[in-house]
């Protein structure tokens, strides 16, 4: 992810004149930086999937329903004002970052195509062995919807009347950047599982310390 690009996402959706102001960078800055610096994705015992030849790479892997966590709100509105020249961390601000935090780490789904989760399968006709060197790449993320967390951040301000406009298309082009741009990975050796003796599907498949970049 580039926080140019989500700073320009961000200024066409709301409809502000170009250039991009340093404003909208550093908010981008900001959101991106918190994500790829301390966001984590793990799998579930089960959610890693795939065929496990005997002594063969591993077929067919995939992932499903991969959770994120380890974000902070605090340290993502750090980042956002020092990106975008505020003078402080404001009350309103801490609670638009630890909304966004929240909603990615509560609603966001990660899942990996099949193909896109790789290993050794250590198995043999005869006994069955453990999953090495897995991996994961090209991950994406799901599930982020604009307006649900444009909902959250005005309750939580407690601004008066409805929704606004603005508010919706300021979530919207952040949330909808991550889903189109994040990727997620997870280093080999991190994706764990069991092959069968004589070949069949993985068992316990888990994936830890996923990273998003």
């Given at each position: ?35 790829t610096s301390n966001a984590k994705v793990n799998n579930a015992p089960g959610t890693i999937t795939g065929t ?162």
């Amino acid at each position: 992810m580039v926080a140019a690009d989500m700073a320009e996402s961000i200024r066409s959706s709301m409809g502000f004149p170009l250039p991009v102001s340093t404003e909208l960078v550093g908010w981008a800055s900001g959101v991106i930086g918190e994500i790829t610096s301390n966001a984590k994705v793990n799998n579930a015992p089960g959610t890693i999937t795939g065929t496990c030849p005997s002594g063969g790479p591993l077929s067919s892997g995939a992932g499903t329903g991969g959770l994120i966590s380890s974000m902070s709100g605090s340290d993502m509105a750090s980042l956002v004002k020092s990106g975008a020249g505020y003078p402080s961390v404001s009350s309103e601000l801490s609670t638009f970052c630890s909304q966004i935090v929240s909603h990615i780490q509560s609603l966001g789904m990660v899942t990996f195509a099949s193909g896109s989760i790789t290993g050794s399968c250590t198995n043999t006709p005869l006994s069955p062995g453990p999953l090495a060197a897995g991996a994961g790449s090209n991950g994406v993320i799901t599930g982020l919807n604009g307006t649900t967390l444009a909902t959250a951040i005005h309750s939580s301000v407690g601004y008066p009347g409805s929704v606004s406009t603005p508010l919706i298309n300021f979530c919207t082009a952040i949330v909808n950047y991550i889903m189109a741009n994040a990727q997620v990975t997870y280093a080999s050796g991190t994706i764990s599982g069991l092959c069968p003796p004589g070949g069949g599907s993985l068992s316990a498949g888990t994936g830890v310390n996923g990273t998003i970049a």
